[in-house]
């Protein structure tokens, strides 16, 4: 099993433009999830999906957007970059909220 | 406001000794915590959790204590090897979803 991977692992963009991150999960797993780490600032949650389909909104939303099409896939998109979404970005996945989230490698992205 | 806060951004602690690692909460509604290991260039992972009907859980030479009443709990590890050198997020359950705090820097030295 390939646990949770995410594509690309590092990226350089330009403000202004778009870009889409992608996760994937073979554990079957209900729930995924977006978080962003800044130094200082910890996990910050910015999208989650509680099943195939779903989406809701996290902590810090905005400038982002979303889509669960298939159960093992969660992809994170930017439509206009900004360097204030410089940071590196993790997707999760649990089989239930009270279950361990399983993380994936992380994205270094950094806006110019 | 930050709802789950560890306000230790560092600590440092001999090989061999006991590392305490603090986390307190301000939501008394949150009733299962969970802690979190992080290597640089690497995703967290799962450490130990507690469930609010007890007040310790131990795996090994780490155990979680948890203090309703003061919202607070510690991760205790005993004896502390240079590999545990990591950053350590704790993390309360909200209904759906994780609240994480901004982690604490252990640096263990031999």
């Known amino acids: 099993n390939a646990g949770v991977t995410q594509t690309p692992k590092f990226r350089v963009l330009k403000t202004g433009q778009s870009m889409t991150l992608l996760c994937a999960q073979d554990?079957?797993?209900?729930?995924m999830y977006w978080y962003r780490q800044d130094p200082g600032m910890g996990l910050r949650l910015i999208h989650y999906?509680?099943?195939?389909?779903?989406?809701a909104k996290g902590e810090v939303p905005d400038g982002y957007n979303v889509s669960r099409l298939k159960k093992q896939n969660f992809l994170l998109g930017l439509e206009s970059a900004a360097p204030s979404q410089t940071s590196v970005y993790f997707c999760?996945?649990?089989?239930?909220?009270?279950?361990?989230?399983?993380f994936g490698p992380g994205t270094r992205l950094t806006v110019l | 406001d930050q709802q789950v806060k560890q306000n230790s951004p560092s600590l440092s602690v001999q090989e061999g000794r006991i590392s305490i690692l603090n986390c307190d909460y301000t939501?008394?509604?949150?009733?299962?915590f969970l802690w979190y290991k992080k290597y640089p260039a690497e995703g967290p992972t799962f450490l130990i959790s507690?469930?609010?009907?007890?007040d310790k859980n131990e795996d090994g030479r780490f155990t979680v204590f948890l203090n309703k009443s003061a919202k607070h709990l510690s991760l205790h590890i005993v004896p502390s090897q240079p590999g545990d050198s990591a950053v350590y997020f704790c993390?309360?359950?909200?209904?759906?979803?994780?609240?994480f705090g901004t982690g604490t820097r252990l640096q263990v030295f031999p």
């Open positions: 999760a996945s649990s089989y239930s909220v009270s279950d361990e989230q399983f």
């Open positions: 554990m079957n797993h209900e729930y």
């Open positions: 999906s509680v099943g195939e389909g779903t989406t």
């Open positions: 939501n008394s509604m949150f009733d299962y």
């Open positions: 507690i469930s609010s009907i007890k």
């Open positions: 993390a309360a359950s909200d209904p759906d979803k994780l609240i």
